[in-house]
Each structure stands twice: as C-alpha cells, then as structure tokens.
C-alpha cells in the first residue's frame, strides 16, 4: 500500500505576534486590512480567485508532488485502482454546511459532469463520516494530479450551494468554498469583493478584505498601481501580465517592489500539424533551428527570465530530464533542411516559395499575453531573413481560433501543474484524444503516454516517459522560446506576499498591509 499522511501544522510565534499587533490596529478604529488587487480578467472567468475561495482533496508542490489539503491522508491500492480518502475534520463550507465525506463524494461526482477521467470511475462510497473510496476500472496513478488544485473543476463547493440543492448537476448559486476568503459582492466585468473567512481550517488571513478589480489593459494597471488606485497587479493571471519591458523601470521606483517567479512553464509557438508546411517535421524543425532565442529574450527581456531549448522544464516530476540538448539556433541547418522539404527561392523575390505555393505563414497572438507583441514582431523578422513571410494576428478569441486551426503558429505556452506538464498527459494536448486537435498527435506517441500514465512501477513510467520526451523532441511538435518567469509588482506596504507553489496558486494569507 502506498501511504501519504499530513504533515504537522503549526503557527510560527511571529505569525501570532503579528496578528496580535493587526488585530489590535484594527479593535482601535484603524482602517481595515484591503488589498485592491488589479486582474485582467473578470473574477468568474479565471482560476486564480478560486484559490482564495476553493479548495481540492490534495494540491501538488512546485515540481508535482502531491499535498494533503483537504483529504488529510489517503490510501492506494497496489494495483491502484482503489483510492482510500480520510478528509480533515473540522472544516465548514462558507455557508455554514460541514465538510465531510458524503460532500466529499458530491463533488466528485460535479466534476466527473465533464472530467476527462471520469470514464475510468465505477464507483464512489462513503465508509464512514470521514472516509471515501473510489474504485476505478483500470489502473490510473495520477488520478489523483487531476483532482488536484482549483484550476480544475473539481473545486470543492458546498452540496448546498447548487439548485437544485444536492445535484452534482446543478447550477451553482453560491460561491461556498471551505478557503480562507469569502466572496461578499461581485459586479460582472467590475469588481468582486471577499472577505477573511473566521472559521477557516488552516492559518486565518491577515486580511481583512480583498478586492478583485477587472482592469484588462497592462498598461492601464502599471498607471493605476502607481497613482495608489491598486495596491498589487500581476497576481490574478497564470502569465505574466506585466510587461517585462517595464519592470526595469518599475524596479526602480521607490514607492514599488517587484518580485519574480519561474513556474517552469514555457512561452512556445505551436505548430498547426495537420496542414502545410508544418505537417512535414522538416519544416518544423528548421524553424526550430532559425529563432536566435539568446539573442531574443536578452535584448527584450534582459536578464528577467532566460530561452529555453526544451519543450517544458525538466524539474517536473514527468520533466524531459533525458533530453540533454535542447533546440539551438542553427542557420545553416534550417537552410538545409527547407530544401530539403522543397522549399527555395524559385522567382528571386526573397519568399521561399514550393510548387508555386511562397512560404506565407500566420502567427496568431491572443489578446492579454504581455509580451506577445514584442515576441510576434521579433519572430516575424527573424524568419523573414530565411525567406518566411509570418503575417500576426491578434485575437480576443484565440480558444476558438485554436480549436478550428484557423493558424499556423499559435502563441501559447507549455503546460504546467496542476496538470501534467508538457501536455503529455492522458488528455493533453500531444494525445489524439485531447483537447487540442492541430497539435501533433501520432499512433506511437499515445501508446507511450497510456503505457506511461497506466503503470504503477516508477521506472516503468520513467523509462515511457524518457521515450515520450526523445520522440516528441525528434518530432519538433513546437518552438519553445522562454521561461514565462511570472512578474508581481505592489506597493511597498504590501508585506509578506509570496508567490504559490504552481502559476495558479494564489496564497495571500500572509498578506497584510503596513501603513
């Protein structure tokens, strides 16, 4: 039996004493604990405000280890098809509702509604007041990574915050989570408003109110933070939202701290493959070989966050570790190789052109990635100098843009945790049965990845894993160009933030604010 238990939880004597001094300012007619947060996105439409409301069974840590949260311990059976739960005692739902395995067993079964992996459950029992088992019909030892963490729909809501109450299928009516804040007021494409939760489980919040302000544009935040509108901004996004071209300057004001994160989690282009020319690996690999990514992110970016040869960063427990030498630049090798693919100058106009068709490509860039523009524009002139012509297209709705393949490069990123990162995952993006259909998708590759993802032996799953990591390498499914390093600036009265373990961890009990 495999057996993880909870570690000890404590509160540090100057965590204590600090409550005293908060509390005792506020018992005194001081103003209250705010933090006016500035988010791109409206507070219902993104993950990270659920992280201050919802919580999981368990969360994983920084490389993918999974935590206890609210299931304390569990069990797995050998051939890991039963999952044995004990949930924390002592926690309430926001809406005054008891935590226990019966809602545990609830919202599982909300989020097998949609979940990917819910064809693999065939049953879900209470034991007791505190323990549930899960029985699946196959082996399935990351079950639990896809529970895990809020950024999925398996965000423990009260049972009775649904209508029809108790209906795992029914529409949510209260934002009724077990975490450290509560949702007080919400205004669509406005505001939102949460205030500390009394009775939380864990280390109460030195807030005493958080308020979620929808402001879209980066550079409409920077103006807003340093006229004292916001007090933080760059939290509530799983990007980087502030512009790295602005942080030397940020860095530099007196009356702001910034503060940086890498989450190993990779700004790439995606290759359309299921159309021409990324269809053919040797056109996929001489752009791979053309982008001068050293040359990129230091004259853009400094030294904020580095270029990265590899499709996700090998630190994660499934990582390409194997993989030693990532893509470099390699001019003359990515002449060769469009040659060798058909692809010349036949007409002397400087496109490469093939069967009278000239390289013409599109680069699409969703509206809100921070530093896409500058990134499209230096791509752009990168691959005009090998005869490529990439026309850049912005877009509000680059989901749907993606799931048509209305593109042939598409701006987006690596993956990273909660789910499996690299998007090698049993429903990521590189399996044929994923979410993501012009991805490259191959018979051999989703053997691999359900060799891999349905064994219980670890160096079973580490061998598959090397295999899927050297044939989606040779494959060139992507350019991978740099770590999103994940940028917070504040005001320096924000005290004790601290960035959370996975992109869209937003722990913000230390957080208080000092006059």
């Not at 490469?352 to 809100?368: E, M, Q, S």
């Not at 002139?381 to 026309?391: E, F, H, N, Y």
Request: glycine content about 8%.
């Amino acid at each position: 039996m495999i057996r993880v238990t909870k570690q000890s939880v404590f509160i540090p004597m100057a965590y204590a004493v600090l409550m005293v001094i908060l509390n005792w300012g506020v018992c005194h007619g001081d103003d209250t604990q705010t933090l006016v947060m500035g988010a791109q996105k409206d507070f219902m439409a993104v993950y990270e405000g659920k992280h201050l409301i919802f919580e999981s069974l368990a969360s994983p840590d920084a490389v993918g280890h999974i935590q206890p949260q609210l299931a304390e311990s569990w069990t797995i059976s050998p051939d890991a098809k039963t999952w044995t739960f004990v949930m924390r005692k002592g926690v309430r739902y926001h809406d005054g509702a008891a935590f226990n395995a019966a809602s545990a067993k609830f919202n599982l079964q909300r989020a097998m509604v949609d979940a990917y992996w819910a064809k693999y459950v065939d049953d879900i029992t209470v034991l007791d007041e505190f323990i549930l088992k899960v029985s699946l019909n196959t082996c399935f030892p990351t079950f639990l990574l896809d529970m895990a963490g809020v950024a999925q729909p398996e965000s423990f809501i009260s049972p009775t915050a649904v209508d029809p109450s108790g209906d795992p299928a029914g529409r949510i009516v209260q934002y009724a989570g077990t975490g450290p804040f509560k949702l007080a007021d919400y205004r669509k494409d406005r505001d939102a408003t949460l205030i500390r939760n009394p009775d939380y489980w864990g280390k109460p919040a030195l807030l005493d109110r958080i308020v979620w302000t929808y402001t879209p544009e980066p550079y409409a935040q920077i103006m807003a933070l340093k006229a004292g509108e916001l007090d933080i901004i760059g939290v509530p996004e799983h990007h980087s939202s502030v512009p790295f071209m602005k942080l030397g300057e940020l860095s530099s004001n007196p009356e702001l701290v910034v503060t940086t994160q890498s989450y190993g989690r990779y700004q790439v282009l995606e290759f359309n493959c299921r159309k021409a020319p990324f269809d053919d690996q040797r056109a996929r690999k001489a752009l791979n070989c053309a982008i001068d990514r050293e040359t990129m992110v230091r004259s853009l970016f400094g030294d904020i966050t580095d270029p990265c040869g590899l499709i996700t960063d090998p630190k994660f427990v499934w990582g390409p570790s194997n993989i030693n030498v990532g893509y470099r630049y390699d001019p003359e090798t990515a002449e060769h190789l469009l040659q060798e693919a058909g692809w010349v100058d036949n007409d002397g106009d400087g496109i490469l052109d093939k069967d009278g068709r000239p390289f013409d490509i599109n680069l699409l860039v969703t509206t809100g990635e921070a530093n896409g523009d500058m990134i499209a524009l230096v791509v752009q002139s990168q691959l005009k100098k090998m005869g490529i012509r990439m026309r850049i297209e912005t877009s509000m709705d680059g989901t749907g843009k993606q799931m048509s393949g209305t593109y042939d490069l598409f701006l987006h990123h690596s993956g990273c945790l909660p789910s499996i990162p690299g998007g090698i995952g049993i429903g990521g993006k590189y399996y044929s049965a994923g979410g993501w259909p012009y991805a490259f998708h191959s018979k051999a590759l989703d053997e691999l990845i359900e060799a891999a993802f349905t064994t219980t032996a670890p160096v079973k799953q580490r061998r598959k894993c090397d295999d899927i990591w050297r044939l989606l390498h040779d494959a060139n499914p992507c350019i991978p160009l740099y770590d999103v390093t994940k940028a917070v600036v504040m005001n320096k009265k924000v005290k004790g933030f601290r960035h959370g373990p996975t992109m869209f961890d937003m722990d913000l009990t230390g957080v208080f604010i000092h006059p």
